[in-house]
Nanobody
Framework: QVRVAESGGGSVQAGGSLRLSCKPS?????????FGWFRQAPGKEREGVAT????????AYSDSVKGRFTVSEDTSVNTVYLKMNSLKPEDAGMYYC???????????????WGQGTQVTVSS
């Protein structure tokens, strides 16, 4: 069974940083095409934040995080990271990692999702 586990969320002040981790299991890492990071704030729709395709593939970011967030992978530990700098209160929400077929920032094509990790940013 494929599982996706996110970690690294927490509470920070505006301007602070966090690094989220996403580690899949139950699937050969080389079979994963792309990872997507999504977030969802209360009362809002889930939105794509960043995506990375494995094996040194392409990355993409939403306009709202471009220049502040960096997505990367470490194939030695089969883990994808989302480094978030200069956090703003509007970045708060539940952050999800998912596995998908291509570098898109919409949730529909992604078929394996983690339970999420909470990010809180205080002003």
């Amino acid at each position: 069974q494929v599982r996706v586990a996110e970690s690294g969320g927490g509470s920070v002040q505006a301007g602070g940083s966090l690094r989220l981790s996403c580690k899949p299991s139950g699937i050969d890492y080389v079979l994963i095409n792309c990872f997507g990071w999504f977030r969802q704030a209360p009362g809002k729709e889930r939105e794509g934040v960043a995506t990375i395709c494995t094996g040194g593939g392409s990355t993409a970011y939403s306009d709202s995080v471009k220049g502040r967030f960096t997505v990367s992978e470490d194939t030695s530990v089969n883990t994808v990271y989302l480094k978030m700098n200069s956090l703003k209160p509007e970045d708060a929400g539940m952050y999800y990692c998912a596995l998908g077929p291509g570098p898109v920032l919409i949730p529909g094509p992604y078929n394996h999702w983690g339970q999420g990790t909470q990010v809180t940013v205080s002003s």
